[in-house]
């Protein structure tokens, strides 16, 4: 369980979640104005995740009675911190729909789309390169990275993406 809330200021986090099995399977990515342990400290229970720095980050941790008695003292902040979360818990009810329903490759599609509206930014004229590999994709969605890779190769073909070494860039928005 958690003992304190951190708040990203600048760089990006990987959250990752581990199966009883101990595989690692990619949730998203987080940037800066996100919190990383919210949902083990607001609600006292643990939760099988971790944020790894990727590249450089600044962050501030808070201390979870310290961040919960700042809740219960600014009602402005409350409500405004519940919205955020509340933003999440919908994003977090559309991947479970895309996750259990659907193609592989809408499952690919959703993910991809998902991964793309937390960029801080598209390259000049190049789309959005997200750093990921197909293993983490495949862990994400729940397949095998032998049939992600070739849903991959078909989209690639498509003109929707280019692969690379443990990335991709989505060139145009996708479709599924």
């Given at each position: 369980?958690?003992?304190?809330?951190?708040?990203?200021?600048?760089?990006?986090?990987?959250?990752?979640?581990?199966?009883?099995?101990?595989?690692?399977?990619?949730?998203?990515?987080?940037?800066?104005?996100?919190?990383?342990?919210?949902?083990?400290?607001?609600?006292?229970?643990?939760?099988?995740?971790?944020?790894?720095a990727s590249g450089t980050v600044e962050a501030v941790q808070l201390d979870a009675s310290e961040f919960?008695?700042?809740?219960?003292t600014d009602p402005e902040g409350a409500l405004a911190f519940a919205a955020r979360v509340s933003h999440f818990a919908a994003e977090l009810v559309a991947l479970l729909a895309a996750f259990t329903s659907g193609s592989l490759e809408k499952r690919i599609v959703s993910l991809l789309r998902r991964l793309v509206a937390h960029q801080p930014a598209p390259l000049q004229g190049e789309g959005v390169r997200l750093t990921l590999s197909q293993q983490d994709i495949a862990y994400a969605i729940g397949a095998s990275r032998q049939r992600v890779s070739m849903e991959l190769q078909k989209l690639e073909k498509s003109g929707y993406i280019r692969l690379g070494y443990r990335h991709l860039v989505v060139l145009r928005a996708l479709s599924g």
């Open positions: 369980m958690a003992n304190s809330v951190c708040l990203i200021l600048s760089g990006q986090v990987r959250m990752v979640a581990s199966t009883p099995e101990g595989d690692e399977v990619f949730l998203r990515w987080f940037g800066p104005g996100e919190f990383a342990g919210v949902a083990s400290v607001l609600g006292r229970i643990p939760f099988p995740s971790d944020a790894i919960r008695r700042h809740l219960a």
